[in-house]
């Protein structure tokens, strides 16, 4: 049983636009979400997160949105770089302070120049 | 942010042996983690490793397999026994910031087992 789930594998986005990265989640108990971007080779980098209390945070370019009663976040790059170029996972916990973290798919993110 | 290292970065390994990896961290952190990445699949959270107390490990993982080691608040090993192919994986430790509300994680080590 699939908790998190990002169906989209794969977003290709002109340099400058924004990128828009899906995330849905089942389990309602949920109630902190995070992103990580991970190049080949190198562990998870955190992002952005956001508490249930909260519907957007903002961190320079990332924005993370939640949208609770659908069960859905999202995270917009604006503007897209290419260096963030690489594979995007979002992460779900019922415990506050980001413990037992459930993990999407991850979706790769091509900025092409 | 703490920093974290792993050890080995990589190894290629024969079926039926056994593999300890090694988990640094800069500063001393009450919970660490466990997680394996399998080829294409997401994140495993395999156990909860706290200094002083017993491993807590997720279903489908168990204690003969993957032996937890937490000696200290700086350092934790994991070992993966009797490796089969099927172990050939990413393994990821974390370390949790009740403060700062995120996990960060180390670079992994990439295992194939042969």
Redesign the interface.
């Known amino acids: 049983d699939q908790q998190?789930k990002q169906n989209s594998p794969s977003l290709s986005v002109q340099e400058g636009r924004i990128s828009i990265l899906n995330c849905d989640y089942t389990n309602s108990m949920f109630d902190?979400f995070?992103w990580?971007k991970k190049y080949p080779?190198?562990?998870?980098?955190?992002l952005i997160?956001i508490?249930s209390i909260k519907d957007k945070n903002e961190d320079g370019r990332f924005t993370v949105f939640l949208n609770k009663s659908a069960k859905h976040l999202s995270l917009h790059i604006v503007p897209s770089q290419p260096g963030d170029s690489a594979v995007y996972?979002c992460?779900a916990s019922s415990f506050?302070?980001?413990?037992?973290?459930?993990?999407?798919?991850?979706t790769r993110l091509t900025i092409n120049p | 942010s703490a920093v974290i290292s792993q050890k080995p970065s990589r190894d290629i390994c024969q079926r039926g042996t056994s593999l300890t990896i090694q988990c640094q961290v800069d500063s001393q952190v009450t919970m660490m983690f466990w997680y394996r990445q399998q080829p294409g699949q997401s994140l495993t959270l395999i156990a909860t490793a706290n200094q002083g107390s017993e491993a807590t490990y997720e279903s489908g993982f168990v204690i003969d397999k993957f032996p937890i080691s937490r000696p200290n608040l700086t350092f934790s090993t994991l070992t993966v026994s009797n490796m089969s192919p099927e172990d050939s994986s990413i393994y990821l430790c974390s370390v949790g910031s009740a403060s700062s509300g995120t996990q960060y994680f180390g670079p992994g080590t990439r295992l194939l087992v042969l």
């Open positions: 998190v902190y995070l990580y080779a190198e562990g998870p980098t955190f997160s508490s996972f992460a506050q302070g980001a413990q037992k973290l459930v993990f999407g798919q991850g």
